[in-house]
């Protein structure tokens, strides 16, 4: 591979905000630029899941591999899953596989994935990871955490920047970028539009200097 990949992350306190949508939609029009990876630990597949009913391999594999020792990107790179412009590693078969893993073993999986890999760009989705992928947002070039204006909502990012504050990691706000994702009715968006949707005109508008850029 030869360069570190930039990586770049979806996270966000709250649930059913576009988080992961907004994850497809940056790795879509990343591609359009440089080779680009999404890696998803989402619990499920949801919107990508008929895309992906019928693949052989996901981040189960990965992390078994790793737990084993055998991880080599050169072996491993066929669990990648490419589809129209998204190449991805697809959510674990079982969730379950990806609480084995202690925050520093997720560091170094991924680690290992930007430094072997051919990609130029990956992108985390954070899915189940919470609390957990807090190294994760550490080795990210820039963090974009989807909210949504309600007190419920304000109220668990505050609770969240008052976490990193527990931790002394109040470094990391500087590289999240709140989102307020455009307001469409994501139900009835088919994975290969996200990249022509208003969402990805946002999410193109927001990220247009951290996919452009070199690391």
């Not at 907004?22 to 990343?30: D, F, K, N, Q, T």
């Not at 790179?77 to 998204?86: A, D, F």
Request: aromatic fraction near 12%; charged fraction near 30%; include cysteine.
């Amino acid at each position: 591979a030869g360069k570190q990949s930039k990586i770049i992350g979806l996270y966000s306190p709250i649930h059913r905000c576009g988080k992961t949508y907004a994850a497809i939609a940056l790795s879509a029009i990343g591609n359009e630029y440089k080779k680009t990876l999404l890696i998803s630990f989402e619990e499920y597949k949801g919107i990508l899941y008929e895309a992906l009913k019928y693949t052989d391999y996901d981040m189960s594999d990965v992390l078994y591999a790793y737990k084993q020792g055998n991880f080599s990107w050169d072996k491993l790179s066929k669990i990648v899953y490419s589809t129209g412009s998204l190449d991805l590693i697809a959510p674990a078969r079982y969730p379950e596989d990806i609480g084995e893993l202690s925050s520093k073993e997720l560091y170094e999986l991924i680690q290992s994935i930007a430094k072997e890999s051919e990609y130029e760009l990956i992108v985390i989705d954070f899915g189940v990871l919470g609390k957990r992928g807090i190294d994760l947002l550490e080795m990210c070039h820039s963090v974009y955490m989807p909210i949504l204006p309600d007190p419920i909502s304000e109220k668990r990012i505050e609770e969240f920047y008052d976490y990193l504050t527990l931790l002394d990691r109040e470094h990391i706000k500087d590289k999240i970028l709140s989102c307020v994702l455009p307001s469409c009715s994501y139900n009835e968006l088919e994975l290969d539009r996200i990249a022509y949707s208003e969402l990805a005109d946002y999410m193109r508008t927001m990220a247009d200097s951290d996919i452009r850029q070199e690391i």
